[in-house]
């Protein structure tokens, strides 16, 4: 009877264990889902802000397409900034970036085999760079006074020959928005490939 007695107890203290565990892990199981739902809500959040909280709204494709036939556009996981890449029938390559959130910001990063000089020279690089993108206005149709830009960079180069710097933003704008161009980068990719960056921007909207 002492023996039943003592069976009957390790049953029920094992049963009661088990409905306590189960119990333990739907809470846990519950919790982790709360956990999860909240992080989904969060990153829903952050993508709203991302999108619908900047003053300028999604970009759009600016490369006329019956003029470069051989470009593509993509749409970033941002759903603001787009890359758009033209390809030219001389080999060269135009990587645009559409972006900003406060400012409408078109770089253009222009691969090419055309000009070949020491990364620092400014003079060559800026009056280069100048003919790739005079060059390249005709295919491009953006919310943005490229023609103007230009003309104020190539003014710009001839009132400072001696006194040329990367990342100078050449104001070109008449009104209370701002509009202006930069000559960004110059850099080597190969033997024969150069690259120039340079960018339009207008802002704050």
Not at 15 to 32: G, Y
Not at 180 to 189: E, H
Request: hydrophobic residues 40%; charged residues 25%.
């Amino acid at each position: 009877m002492k023996l039943l007695n003592y069976i009957l107890i390790i049953v029920l203290t094992t049963v009661l264990f088990a409905c306590s565990s189960n119990a333990e892990n739907k809470e846990n199981i519950e919790i982790a889902e709360t956990n999860i739902s909240e992080l989904d809500k969060s990153t829903n959040e952050t993508e709203h802000y991302q999108v619908f909280d900047c003053l300028r709204g999604q970009a759009e494709p600016i490369v006329v397409k019956a003029i470069y036939p051989n470009s593509t556009f993509t749409l970033q996981s941002d759903k603001l900034t787009a890359i758009e890449i033209i390809y030219l029938d001389n080999g060269d390559k135009v990587n645009i970036k559409n972006w900003g959130c406060e400012y409408y910001v078109l770089s253009f990063h222009i691969e090419t085999s055309k000009y070949n000089a020491d990364t620092t020279a400014m003079k060559y690089w800026y009056v280069n760079s100048f003919k790739l993108m005079d060059e390249l206005k005709q295919g491009i149709d953006a919310p943005i006074d490229i023609e103007k830009g230009l003309q104020a960079f190539n003014n710009h180069i001839s009132r400072n020959v001696f006194d040329l710097e990367l990342g100078t933003e050449i104001d070109y704008g008449e009104n209370e928005i701002r509009s202006f161009v930069s000559l960004d980068n110059i850099s080597k990719i190969r033997n024969d490939i150069f690259a120039v960056t340079i960018s339009f921007a207008i802002g704050p909207l």
